[in-house]
Nanobody
Framework: QVQLVESGGGLVQAGGSLRLSCAASGRVVSIGDMGWHRQAPGKQRELVAVITSDESTNYADSVSGRFTISRDNTKNTVYLEMNSLKPEDTAVYYC???????????????WGQGTQVTVSS
């Protein structure tokens, strides 16, 4: 059984910083893309950032230059460093990972449980 466990959310003032972590546990043989999405109240879930297995990155325009995604393959963990936070960054943040639990099997997408980030003005 594979799980993605997130940590690091919380309440911060505008202009502050937070670092989110998401670790994959269980039977993990290989991990492809890892990423972060977010969902604000009344809005659809949106992609925030993605990092590929060769560590290429892509960001939503709204966070580019402020957020940094990274990964530690030795720990099966993806991070999201968030700086210069704005009230509009307030949302539940979800991590995801495309991974396989068996050799030669296809990737399946797994999601974390979500962590609340609240930015006060």
């Amino acid at each position: 059984q594979v799980q993605l466990v997130e940590s690091g959310g919380g309440l911060v003032q505008a202009g502050g910083s937070l670092r989110l972590s998401c670790a994959a546990s269980g039977r993990v043989v290989s991990i492809g893309d890892m990423g972060w999405h977010r969902q604000a109240p009344g809005k659809q879930r949106e992609l925030v950032a993605v990092i590929t297995s060769d560590e290429s990155t892509n960001y939503a325009d709204s966070v580019s230059g402020r957020f940094t995604i990274s990964r530690d393959n030795t720990k099966n963990t993806v991070y999201l460093e968030m700086n210069s936070l704005k009230p509009e960054d307030t949302a539940v943040y979800y991590c995801n990972a495309d991974l396989s639990s068996y050799w030669y099997s296809r990737y399946s997408r797994y999601w974390g449980q979500g962590t609340q980030v609240t930015v006060s003005s």
